[in-house]
């Protein structure tokens, strides 16, 4: 399965289901509505002076006042811009950036909407959808990981597979399916994952907080 395959099809059902709970839906960003989620993604493809913000802290403030006139939109004009994609001039209209940027994005903020609701359970993901994803773990593992204090490796449940993310003694292993390894290693605790490893090493671990 493509990564762009993958990232369209996320971005496809994020957008049906946020015509479906409207623009007032909790999410698991804190702090945000699905209204604010929708503004984000919308931010992030189509205006770069402030997309930096979403990283660079100090250009934060500037970054969430364009983010707040985005919201104002109609709703179903916002989850329309969400829903066609970046705008010609956007850098994520470069050949490959889709693929290369959008599966992490838009399979965690898929879940942000749906495992806000206390009813959720996990989605039965393709096989190709979860291969990718593993196979994006393995580039971006690293960089995901670099906040915890001990070592992280991760092991597939579905196939035993095994990824370092991060070298080091004391370690964990996580253990779960490649979308739950991703939203867990995104800082979200609504996922299905086992932390295994000396008591300390996981307590260490859970006490850390993940983010991109």
Do not use: F, N
């Given at each position: 399965?493509?990564?762009?395959?993958?990232?369209?099809?996320?971005?496809?059902?994020?957008?049906?289901?946020?015509?479906?709970?409207?623009?007032?839906?909790?999410?698991?960003?804190?702090?945000?509505?699905?209204?604010?989620?929708?503004?984000?993604?919308?931010?992030?493809?189509?205006?770069?002076?402030?997309?930096?913000?979403?990283?660079?802290?100090?250009?934060?403030?500037?970054?969430?006042?364009?983010?707040?006139?985005?919201?104002?939109?109609?709703?179903?004009?916002?989850?329309?811009?969400?829903?066609?994609?970046?705008?010609?001039?956007s850098v994520f209209r470069l050949p490959g950036a889709q693929g290369l940027a959008d599966p992490f994005e838009f399979a965690v903020h898929h879940e942000d909407v749906r495992r806000a609701r206390p009813d959720w359970v996990p989605r039965e993901l393709p096989t190709g959808e979860q291969d990718l994803l593993w196979q994006r773990l393995a580039r971006a593992g690293r960089l995901l990981a670099r906040k915890s204090p001990v070592g992280v490796a991760l092991r597939r449940s579905d196939t035993g597979e095994m990824i370092i993310a991060k070298a080091g003694t004391p370690s964990v292993t996580l253990v779960g399916e490649p979308l739950e390894l991703v939203l867990r290693l995104y800082g979200r605790s609504e996922c299905l994952v086992d932390v295994e490893g000396p008591e300390g090493a996981v307590a260490s671990f859970e006490s850390a907080r993940f983010s991109v």
């Open positions: 399965m493509k990564a762009t395959d993958v990232a369209r099809q996320e971005r496809q059902e994020l957008c049906d289901l946020l015509l479906e709970v409207g623009p007032e839906a909790p999410t698991l960003c804190a702090g945000w509505t699905t209204r604010d989620l929708a503004a984000h993604l919308v931010v992030r493809e189509s205006r770069p002076d402030a997309a930096v913000g979403i990283l660079v802290k100090p250009l934060a403030g500037y970054a969430d006042s364009v983010q707040a006139k985005v919201a104002m939109r109609p709703w179903p004009e916002l989850v329309r811009d969400v829903r066609t994609g970046p705008p010609l001039l």
